[in-house]
């Protein structure tokens, strides 16, 4: 299967796919913080079932808010980590996103990013996709 949240993710053998995620969200937060973002929180959920969850959200020095979808494939095989990010998982972070923002009496200017980690390299896609 090869996907992140499959059993088989191409990690080293005996290693869980949680683990695995959590690789790869240090990566990706290690990558955003030497460019300058701060983190916010980390695997935002909305309640019940069916929501969205957001692995990153941070603030760029400027005061935007990015919400960070991170996605790490052994190789660009079956279209790579930016592959699986599709309408459906879009949509449910969108979701995720608005719900976060309902707490905040005026939202910050916003922007959905990925952080693509493929074969070792990290790869950061700003503005990958938008709520519209």
């Known amino acids: 299967m090869g996907f992140l949240g499959k059993k088989d993710n191409g990690s080293a053998p005996g290693r869980t796919t949680r683990a695995a995620g959590q690789a790869a969200e240090e990566q990706a937060l290690a990558h955003l913080a030497a460019a300058g973002l ?6 935002y959920r909305t309640p019940g079932r069916g929501g969205g ?17 991170v996605r790490s494939r052994r190789s660009a095989g079956f279209g790579g980590a930016g592959g699986s990010i ?10 995720a ?32 996709f938008d709520a519209t």
Do not use: S
């Not at 996103?97 to 952080?115: E, K, N, T």
């Open 53 to 69: 969850e957001i692995d990153l959200v941070m603030r760029e020095p400027g005061g935007t808010l990015v919400f960070v979808e």
């Open 38 to 43: 701060a983190l916010v929180e980390r695997n």
């Open 86 to 95: 599709g309408a459906t998982k879009q949509r449910r972070i969108i979701l």
């Open 97 to 128: 996103a608005r719900h976060y923002l309902m707490r905040w009496p005026a939202p910050p200017p916003c922007r959905f990013d990925a952080v693509l980690i493929e074969d070792g390299r990290v790869q950061w896609l700003r503005a990958a």
